[in-house]
């Protein structure tokens, strides 16, 4: 390999470790800055992946809304557009959806990044990137027999949020600890 290949490919290498370096330190920015912590209702699914370990699958309850009385509609968004769900906290401390746009109100207090997988009929289908956690092998099917779930999100500024812990059955459950 001549001295300009070597060069090259050392160079490839550190791009790619400073890409992995960056995308990690911006999810741990956004769970060390002043987030606001809000909590979502959820039921997991799917707790194993052959070739990736044990995980859950997280469905929450903002993720499929409808459209009604909120200042977007079906016909705004095709699946794949950024949208930005405003929340506010409900009964129990769950947090639900009171409005969504494709660019965030300066009225919203809380509001999360989303992408949109499907429009239908008034209702929009949302995923927000909080939808894998993984956890130790093993552990996968305690959270999916849990009959409450509940996770702890710490939302930054710019509506990208990360998940900080859950909570299963009442109990704040952090399998890393």
Do not use: C
Not at 47 to 58: A, S
Not at 115 to 122: D, E, H, M, N, R
Not at 164 to 177: A, I, M, Q, S
């Amino acid at each position: 390999m001549t001295r300009l290949g070597r060069m090259l490919f050392v160079g490839l290498v550190a791009l790619q470790v400073l890409v992995i370096v960056a995308m990690a330190a911006g999810r741990e920015s956004t769970l060390r800055q002043e987030a606001t912590d809000v909590k979502l209702q959820t039921v997991p699914v799917d707790p194993r992946d052959l070739f990736r370990g044990d995980y859950v699958v997280l469905r929450y309850e903002i993720s499929t809304f409808r459209t009604d009385g909120l200042r977007i509609t079906t016909s705004d968004v095709s699946p794949g557009a950024t949208v930005y769900v405003a929340l506010v906290e409900g009964p129990g401390g769950h947090w639900t959806v009171s409005d969504a746009a494709t660019t965030p109100s300066a009225g919203w207090n809380r509001y999360l990044r989303g992408t949109v997988t499907g429009v239908s009929q008034g209702r929009l289908d949302v995923e927000y990137g909080l939808e894998e956690y993984f956890v130790p092998e093993g552990e996968g099917l305690a959270v999916e027999r849990a009959s409450d779930v509940d996770v702890v999100v710490a939302i930054d500024d710019a509506g990208r949020g990360v998940i900080r812990h859950l909570v299963v059955d009442g109990e704040v459950w952090d399998p890393y600890e």
